[in-house]
């Protein structure tokens, strides 16, 4: 009974039992309070809060005679807040009500009993003051026992707000009965099947796209189930896996077995398992039921101990696929890096792989720095996923649905690579019956677990620009970074909600390029989490959404129809063998030119081959924590540039024609820069391709589009075809062109020798020290040739001497296309004053001017071809620092024998250069 009177009755010295004597009164109804306290702060769930310092707090009941009597507070802290207590105005002696209870909201709210105290018959004052600050208060039991009360009185008043949206779902569901049975019988008409297969989950919880396998709270419970159409009935497979998650699934072309992944436990990582549809089936020879198809690792304890960081850090497999050849693919993190944009090191990176059936012959396809994920197969055989990539632009962004074949060649961008909104684009599936149509699910990056909405995607339109797309779900957009924008009723006009409280869709099967399944949250069901707020939906293009199944307890997802599909075919490489023995690959540039505007032919020489490395796990820093972190680098690689780190493999000749042919690495993130005659970077590739052993791939030229690729037979007549292909060599000055990219080594000793003696570190020229001296974690002269971009300007392209992007600012866009000559050497004033002859700058009025006067005091200045190509080497390619992830970076390091090493070759590309201990 949550009333601020008293139930009325007598209190005694006598230790009594009897609830309804007791007299309960919640924090809120006060009879007194000073002006700062709010009885009910709905940002501390409804608890009674005093904001500041000097509070007070008085509640008045009544009693029916006079007795001694204990309190009993409910209350919540995360701090010591002792209170001094006045009954009927006079002060008690002591301080009450001083726990930490770990927490300032209701979570942590708990008991505490103080007493007995004398109370009189009638009315009756409780008051509370402090002279610092308080707990936050739920309510007071006034009893005549010490140990007995009733301890769930408040459950109501603090429910928390999911609990009570779970109740409300649950309510809005019991009344959709008929709509449900109406819903499934137009679907099973427009399908002509008569079962869904989907999959039963508590929503994650995890505070980014690609998180859920990492923060989500651990919420077991689900399966996969398959409804009947025809009366509403259901059936699970799988039942024997109990008490764990169950994350994405496949279909067979037959529809006979069902691949999915499922978390045993909360310390256990995703695995992949196979379950016939039909129960009395058997999976092998030798048994039925559920099977585990790919073994767990067999260190995978010594993988979870030694790379442990809150987080198992062991090994997830994911999000399975059924490939025309018999085999399996897969996103896993066997590949064992981490987010480069994660300063904790803690958020592991899933790439694509592929199995046979039976678990055998795993091999990795992808090799980027960041996650993918839900792969599924195209008509034409290709497997289509999700890509999260950023080569010098905005580290949010770029998260884009690419393809490749199942042996991981001819990887393509389908769509999204320079698209900044929506953010994300996952869950791609091909639409039935059309040509080069496909449906996605664009969310944001954070805070959320993968929720949006729904766009279909029409490739037969300009793949660089927004025109593809159409939203089949208008009320919820993607419209910057941090939540979502749903339509608002009154006002026709998108609302910003973090809270997800509008309609949210997930996982899109498309029957046609009009309908659609999916998982849908409706709007009034909650906010983005709410337990049972996702059910099964059948969706038009017209935004007209008909529910069809929604379970009043758990929410459904991932809806597919459960028949037979047409397999596509089995693509046939062609690979290389001698080559792929090598671990190279082949690649053809048709002409160079194609896509390359304001480049006069023959101005391009050579091909600049460059490689992004993903960040390994052998790099943490264990028992160090965030000692070298920076701008949420874990392990910094630059200052507000770039957050992956790059290495070179040299260069090879551009013929007279615009065309290349040389070999690249394979299994590697590779992208390419044009360079002139002085080896300046006129265009650069800001994506990576993937090149598998043995692989043949032609291009057309730059800023091709994948309908504009040529195939593999291509004309003879270019001339660089009549020659072998070129192996990656040397610039000038260079014994090798496979090389770190490191500023201390490459660009300091050139300042040291040329420029600081006016550039020095007292009373330096201009202001500007350009020597080595150590700062926290770069040096003085990198430092100030790279302008802080955190606090200052966000567009780092036209900024004092050196132009850079900056992957974490911004974050979001910053993913657009450059014309040639916007990025590098040809648009820096450092260089245009080292080469005046070799850079042609443009700017504005005031740029040009201290173009000039920079040359004219420099005009004495000369540096060898070796040493101009090492600083425009480093503007080129976005101005890193470190070369290496590993090495002690923090200033206060200074003197261990692992504090900045000069990076090895194999350092730079991921092997730990010495034992842990050692670091």
């Known amino acids: 009974m949550l009333l601020a009177a008293a139930i009325v009755a007598a209190c005694t010295g006598q230790e009594r039992g009897g609830m309804a004597e007791d007299v309960v009164i919640p924090a809120r109804a006060h009879s007194a309070k000073s002006a700062q306290v709010v009885p009910v702060e709905k940002e501390y769930s409804g608890l009674a809060v005093c904001h500041g310092q000097n509070g007070m707090q008085q509640w008045k009941f009544n009693l029916a005679a006079a007795g001694s009597c204990y309190i009993h507070a409910y209350y919540t802290a995360a701090g010591v807040r002792p209170l001094t207590l006045s009954i009927n105005g006079i002060k008690q002696d002591g301080t009450y009500f001083a726990k930490n209870t770990g927490s300032w909201g209701k979570d942590g709210l708990a008991w505490e009993s103080i007493g007995p105290f004398e109370f009189t018959q009638g009315d009756n004052t409780i008051q509370v003051n402090t002279a610092g600050n308080m707990p936050h208060l739920g309510g007071l039991v006034v009893s005549a026992n010490s140990k007995e009360w009733n301890r769930d009185v408040f459950n109501e008043l603090f429910k928390d707000k999911q609990m009570l949206e779970q109740e409300s779902v649950k309510e809005q569901v019991e009344r959709m009965s008929s709509d449900l049975a109406a819903g499934r019988a137009d679907l099973r008409r427009k399908l002509g099947v008569d079962e869904i297969i989907f999959i039963k989950r508590i929503p994650y919880t995890s505070d980014h796209y690609y998180s859920e396998y990492i923060n989500s709270k651990w919420t077991p419970g689900g399966g996969i189930f398959i409804l009947s159409l025809k009366d509403g009935t259901e059936r699970q497979i799988a039942a024997e896996l109990k008490g764990g998650v169950f994350g994405r699934f496949d279909l067979s072309f037959d529809a006979k077995k069902v691949v999915f992944d499922w978390k045993r436990s909360n310390g256990e990582g995703y695995r992949i398992y196979e379950v016939n549809v039909d129960p009395s089936a058997q999976l092998s020879a030798g048994g039925a039921g559920v099977r585990q198809v790919l073994p767990t690792p067999e260190n995978e304890a010594e993988i979870v101990n030694k790379y442990r960081l809150g987080y198992h850090n062991g090994t997830d497999d994911m999000h399975p696929c059924y490939l025309p050849d018999g085999g399996i693919a897969l996103v896993s993190t066997r590949c064992r890096t981490s987010t480069l944009c994660h300063g904790g090191d803690a958020f592991t990176t899933p790439v694509l792989y592929r199995m046979d059936g039976d678990g055998g012959n795993l091999q990795q396809l992808s090799f980027g720095a960041l996650s993918e994920f839900t792969p599924t197969m195209l008509p034409d055989g290709r497997i289509m996923y999700a890509r999260w990539e950023y080569v010098d632009k905005g580290a949010v962004s770029s998260k884009c649905i690419w393809a490749m074949r199942p042996d991981g060649t001819m990887s393509a961008e389908i769509y999204g690579n320079d698209i900044a909104v929506p953010t994300t684009m996952i869950q791609a599936r091909a639409i039935p019956d059309t040509a080069s149509k496909y449906v996605i699910l664009g969310c944001p990056h954070y805070p959320q677990n993968a929720l949006g909405t729904i766009i279909r995607l029409d490739m037969n339109k300009p793949i660089r620009t927004s025109e593809p797309m159409t939203y089949m779900t208008p009320d919820v957009k993607v419209l910057e970074e941090g939540g979502w924008h749903f339509k608002d009723a009154e006002s026709g006009s998108m609302v910003r909600d973090r809270g997800g409280n509008g309609p949210l869709f997930r996982d899109p099967w498309p029957l046609d390029e009009d309908h659609f399944l999916v998982a849908h949250k409706p709007r009034g069901f909650g906010s983005s989490y709410v337990q049972n707020g ?248 990198y430092e100030n040739l790279i302008q802080e971009r955190r606090n200052g300007r966000k567009d780092r392209r036209e900024p004092g001497l050196v132009p850079t992007i900056g992957e974490n600012h911004p974050k979001t866009g910053n993913v657009h296309y450059l014309p040639a000559r916007s990025l590098g050497s040809h648009n820096s004033l450092l260089v245009a004053m080292l080469m005046p002859d070799a850079v042609k700058l443009a700017g504005d009025e005031a740029r040009m001017e201290r173009l000039a006067k920079l040359i004219k005091a420099h005009k004495e200045l000369k540096l060898e071809p070796a040493e101009l190509l090492k600083i425009s080497n480093w503007v080129d390619t976005n101005a890193q620092y470190f070369g290496s992830y590993y090495g002690r970076r923090n200033i206060k390091d200074k003197g261990h024998p692992n504090f900045r090493p000069a990076p090895t070759w194999e350092s730079a590309i991921g092997i730990p250069p010495l034992p842990e201990d050692q670091r």
């Not at 540039?589 to 490689?611: A, F, P, S």
């Not at 070129?726 to 014994?735: F, K, N």
């Open 534 to 781: 996702y059910g099964l939906y059948l969706l038009e293009s017209t935004g007209k959404v008909t529910s069809f199944y929604h379970d009043p307890e758990i929410s459904a997802w991932q809806p597919m129809a459960l028949t037979a599909r047409i397999k596509p075919p089995v693509l046939q490489s062609v690979i290389d063998e001698q080559l792929a023995e090598k671990k190279m690959a082949t690649c053809v540039v048709q002409d160079i030119y194609h896509g390359l505007e304001n480049t006069e032919r023959g101005t391009i020489k050579y091909i600049r081959i460059l490689e992004q490395i993903p960040r390994p796990w052998s790099a943490r820093r264990h028992g160090r924590g965030l000692a070298d972190s920076y701008d949420q680098q874990y392990a910094v690689v630059s200052k507000d540039t770039a957050l992956g780190l790059k290495v070179q493999h040299g260069v090879v000749p551009v013929e007279s024609d615009g065309s290349a042919h040389f070999l690249v690495p394979a299994n590697a993130n590779i992208f390419m820069q044009a360079l002139d005659e002085n080896y300046l970077a006129v265009q650069t590739e800001r994506t990576f391709v993937n090149y598998m052993p043995g692989e043949i791939r032609a291009c057309i030229g730059c800023h091709e589009t994948p309908d504009d690729a040529p195939s593999l037979t291509v004309s003879r007549s270019f001339l660089a075809l009549k020659r072998k292909p070129s192996l990656p060599g040397p610039q000038i000055g260079e014994t090798t062109g496979r090389r770190p990219l490191h500023y201390p080594t490459d660009v300091q000793p050139t300042l040291d020798r040329h420029c600081i003696t006016c550039h020095g570190e007292r009373e330096p020229k201009a202001g500007l020290d350009l020597t080595g001296r150590l700062t926290t974690f770069f040096s003085a002269s």
